[in-house]
């Protein structure tokens, strides 16, 4: 065996016994570094006859080659046992308790979300969505408020410019959706009828005080048939308040009101009493607005690409966070997004009680203070 493969061999053996990156790089440095036994017989090519040289010099080169990739491999490995070995040490055993100071609480909006889609849910509503970011054909045009609405601007819209590379553009400009009514919309281009959804989700407007915040939470609820009457609207709607209030006989009226998406409509409020230091819902002879409602437009149903002339449906929407304040005796609407630990601990409810009408609301815990 010649001089150099005695060298491969040996440098090989050290590689292969490398017990860790430092190791190896000694090895590398020893073999291929300025100094390195490899390194150092390709200097005495220099002194060689040019055929030898020639031969010599190719030789050493495959060999240098060999060696890097044989390094490089080991590296690799190394790398591998090394992160394999950290990941065995690192497991988390995800089946142990939590400690109970650090344990998780629903948030009150979450738990206000279970419970109305356990209550519409028995009465055979399917959840539908749509997008956060909407264009203004189903925020707005679709819903029957024209380009000049006055309520474009009354909403308080944030616009959302289409092309970042061109100037703003109101007229094509998005908006993070004002309203959940638009999916009454996309249900309609997607389904025909008969349909029977609610579609809950986040939606914004320009406002910010103790009742109002930029994000707020809506939902909207759309039913489509054939003979779908304002006496179904009040019935369902009525069915939804008590089982939301846990009131049997909660006193409730419909109030005419006006939104450009329905024709009747109406406002639904519920008997309460109101004091200084309190508001009890189901007793008194003050009356909580809790919602909007009415029979869908015929020109919604049009954009939707419903015939009205075959069919005719009802349509609602309430806020979510609204909803929650009155239930739980929330005073500020603004505390829901802080994120503050103490507030959740407060007002938030434990993981382990989950929202289902075979039960009652909440008889499974309540508030866990
Ligand atoms: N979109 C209305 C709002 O944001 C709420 C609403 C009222 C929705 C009446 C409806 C409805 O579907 O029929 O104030």
Not at 229 to 244: E, H, Q, R
């Amino acid at each position: 065996m010649s001089d150099i493969e005695v060298i491969k061999n040996e440098i090989e053996a050290q590689i292969k016994v490398a017990q860790d990156a430092k190791m190896l790089d000694d090895v590398r440095v020893s073999a291929l570094g300025k100094k390195g036994r490899v390194t150092e017989l390709l200097k005495t090519l220099g002194a060689m006859p040019l055929e030898e040289r020639v031969e010599f010099g190719k030789k050493i080169n495959v060999i240098k080659a060999e060696l890097e990739q044989q390094i490089a491999d080991k590296k690799k490995e190394l790398e591998e046992k090394l992160l394999n070995e950290k990941l065995k040490k690192e497991v988390i055993d995800v089946t142990l308790p939590c400690r109970p100071e650090v344990q998780g609480r629903i948030h009150p909006i979450s738990k206000i979300y279970e419970e109305i889609v356990a209550i519409f849910a028995e009465m055979g509503f399917e959840v539908a969505e749509g997008p956060d970011i909407e264009d203004q054909f189903h925020n707005f045009n679709a819903l029957n408020m024209p380009p000049n609405h006055p309520a474009r601007q009354m909403q308080a819209t944030f616009y959302v410019n289409s092309d970042v590379n061109k100037d703003f553009d109101v007229d094509n400009a998005y908006v993070v959706r004002t309203q959940t009514s638009g999916v009454q919309i996309r249900t309609m281009e997607k389904k025909q009828p008969p349909i029977r959804i609610i579609a809950p989700g986040r939606t914004y407007r320009a406002d910010y005080d103790a009742t109002h915040t930029p994000m707020f939470h809506q939902l909207e609820g759309l039913v489509i048939d054939k003979k779908t009457t304002m006496a179904d609207l009040k019935g369902c709607l009525y069915d939804f308040i008590k089982a939301f209030f846990e009131v049997d006989d909660l006193p409730v009226r419909y109030r005419p009101s006006y939104f450009p998406f329905t024709e009747p409509s109406a406002e639904l409020d519920v008997g309460c009493l109101k004091t200084k230091e309190e508001l009890k819902i189901g007793v008194g002879n003050d009356w909580l607005e809790v919602l909007g409602c009415g029979m869908v437009h015929p020109n919604v149903l049009r954009a939707g690409g419903v015939d009205p002339d075959e069919y005719q449906g009802f349509a609602f929407g309430l806020g979510v966070d609204r909803l929650a304040m009155l239930k739980y005796g929330i005073p500020d609407l603004r505390t829901f997004f802080e994120s503050d630990v103490r507030w959740i601990k407060n007002y938030g409810f434990t993981p382990l009680d989950f929202s289902a009408m075979t039960n009652g609301l909440s008889d499974n815990g309540g508030l866990a203070r």
